[in-house]
């Protein structure tokens, strides 16, 4: 008989950043299954660990952050050659899609408003990765 080796699929890395710990837990609880996760709680945080050579699938960030908000955070992404290319959706529990588009003036693949429904934030994920 034949051994069969059993592949081990390798899970996309989403960087999750948001200065919310209750947003933070919903995010880890829904998507920690399909997901390796790696949590920052503000742009700056993600910044420097991205900075140390990490690359991640995917970036879901907050809008509004201390230190360095989420249109900071995203405008740093873009303008860099190495993180430009890299997926980013925003989520944001106040503002408009009006003022977000003001604010961070370089393409993001989605804006989901707080409160989010999770079945529809991991159908985008699922796009977006695939």
Avoid: C
Avoid at 36 to 59: C, H, M, Q, R, Y
């Amino acid at each position: 008989m034949l051994a069969v080796e059993k592949q081990t699929e390798t899970k996309k890395r989403i960087l999750l950043v948001d200065d919310e710990i209750a947003i933070l837990k919903l995010l880890e609880f829904i998507l920690k299954k399909d997901y390796e996760l790696v949590i920052k709680n503000n742009g700056f945080d993600a910044l420097t660990w991205l900075d140390s050579g990490n690359v991640p699938d995917l970036i879901i960030s907050d809008m509004e952050m201390p230190y360095f908000d989420g249109a900071e955070f995203v405008r740093s992404l873009k303008v860099s050659g190495y993180f430009r290319d890299v997926p980013v959706i925003v989520l944001s529990g106040s503002e408009t899609l009006e003022n977000i588009k003001n604010k961070i003036p370089y393409q993001i693949n989605d804006l989901i408003a707080k409160p989010f429904n999770p079945t529809i934030l991991k159908d985008k994920i699922k796009i977006i990765l695939n």
